[in-house]
T-cell receptor, first 115, second 114 residues
Framework: QKEVEQDPGPLSVPEGAIVSLNCTYSNSAFQYFMWYRQYSRKGPELLMYTYSSGNKEDGRFTAQVDKSSKYISLFIRDSQPSDSATYLCAMSAVVVSNAGNMLTFGGGTRLMVKP | SAVISQKPSRDICQRGTSLTIQCQVDSQVTMMFWYRQQPGQSLTLIATANQGSEATYESGFVIDKFPISRPNLTFSTLTVSNMSPEDSSIYLC???????????FGPGTRLTVL
């Protein structure tokens, strides 16, 4: 079993829909959670970073963490065709300054938003 | 965040040759990372490069195959040695920055080995 599981998709939605992207994890030591967006032929771009259970909102994006269930989500409101990309969740156990904190990535979910 | 560049952006190489990939960041960083992303897959960490010390390699990756240099706080190179078609991947560098040591990625180098 992988440490981080993510539905590979593809997930196809109409423009304006609310999108829910999810990851589950098995390692209870994970405390820090990230979502990256990766456009085709580009490097991953950090979207959201959170370290506590609950919700964190940034514009149309909301990151949700449920440590008791080992489950994280990214919600995208009013989805746009420009949101079409692969979304990767990532997590780490500790954050120590200048220590090279290892990230464990999910497999990525490919999202397509149709006009 | 930071501005991270990689050279080359892509290359097509012959089996048995080597390619050196450069990663440049616009601010001084202690830790840099090298990842591999095989077609349709997620990211796999190759090694962590700390300026002034030997790189730390993850299981399945060895220095002879992926030698890394880290001459200063803004630059690193990854060499893919004695390449085979199985090395065809996107190679990404990343840096740790910010109050929570977030990782930021370069644009990647797309390598095809014939």
């Amino acid at each position: 079993q992988k440490e981080v599981e993510q539905d590979p998709g593809p997930l196809s939605v109409p423009e304006g829909a609310i999108v829910s992207l999810n990851c589950t994890y098995s390692n209870s030591a994970f405390q820090y959670f990230m979502w990256y967006r990766q456009y085709s032929r580009k490097g991953p771009e950090l979207l959201m970073y959170t370290y506590s259970s609950g919700n964190k909102e940034d514009g149309r994006f909301t990151a949700q963490v449920d440590k008791s269930s080992k489950y994280i989500s990214l919600f995208i409101r009013d989805s746009q065709p420009s949101d079409s990309a692969t979304y990767l969740c990532a997590m780490s156990a500790v954050v120590v300054s200048n220590a090279g904190n290892m990230l464990t990535f999910g497999g990525g979910t490919r999202l397509m938003v149709k006009p | 965040s930071a501005v991270i560049s990689q050279k080359p952006s892509r290359d097509i190489c012959q089996r048995g040759t080597s390619l050196t990939i450069q990663c440049q960041v616009d601010s001084q960083v202690t830790m840099m990372f090298w990842y591999r992303q095989q077609p349709g897959q997620s990211l796999t960490l190759i090694a962590t490069a700390n300026q002034g010390s030997e790189a730390t390699y993850e299981s399945g990756f060895v220095i002879d195959k992926f030698p890394i240099s880290r001459p200063n706080l803004t630059f690193s190179t990854l060499t893919v040695s004695n390449m085979s078609p199985e090395d065809s991947s996107i190679y990404l560098c990343s840096v740790e920055l910010g109050p929570y040591n977030e990782q930021f990625f370069g644009p990647g180098t797309r390598l095809t080995v014939l």
